[in-house]
């Protein structure tokens, strides 16, 4: 069995999110107050060999030119993604059709957040929602709208393709 039939066995829809996805992030204090907001371009990615089951390639733009890149691979363990990057570790599992990641964050000790992201009827629109915490209190939540990207339009810069800083 190839490595993309055993991450579909486990996540039975997962790869309805293959592809290029353009949107915004909004990220929010605690109190509801935008505390930042930068373009995206998340390319998902399932190898049918090697020793990742899942890779994500984000971009991410800022209006005032900052630019951040990552690449982020995860492994099929268990029936469960699993990540060990430099900024984060954690896992992913589906329930009833929903993307559930609990990741703890390396960067902020102390902190961790709960990702929820849900496929719109038709696959071409996903939200996903980020609530973080910090010691035990709620730090932020980041809200994030994306597109699939047509065909034709694979490039990762999302500034370059019309999206919007506000929802």
Not at 72 to 93: K, M, Y
Not at 118 to 143: N, Q
Request: charged content about 30%.
């Amino acid at each position: 069995m190839s490595a993309r039939e055993e991450l579909a066995r486990a996540f039975p829809l997962i790869l309805a999110h293959e592809g290029l996805w353009r949107g915004t992030y909004l990220h929010l204090a605690a109190d509801g107050r935008l505390e930042d907001s930068h373009a995206s371009a998340v390319r998902c990615i399932f190898p049918d060999e090697g020793p990742f089951a899942y890779v994500q390639e984000n971009r991410f733009e800022w209006a005032d030119g900052r630019v951040q890149e990552s690449t982020l691979p995860g492994v099929l363990r268990a029936g469960r993604l699993h990540w060990d990057v430099p900024t984060f570790s954690g896992e992913a599992w589906e329930s009833d059709g929903v993307i559930l990641l609990r990741l703890h964050r390396k960067d902020t000790p102390g902190a961790h957040f709960e990702e929820m992201i849900s496929l719109a009827p038709g696959g071409w629109e996903r939200a996903r929602t980020w609530h973080w915490f910090k010691d035990g209190r709620l730090l932020r939540r980041t809200l994030c709208l994306e597109r699939r990207a047509k065909s034709g339009d694979e490039g990762m810069s999302p500034l370059q393709n019309g999206i919007s800083f506000r929802p």
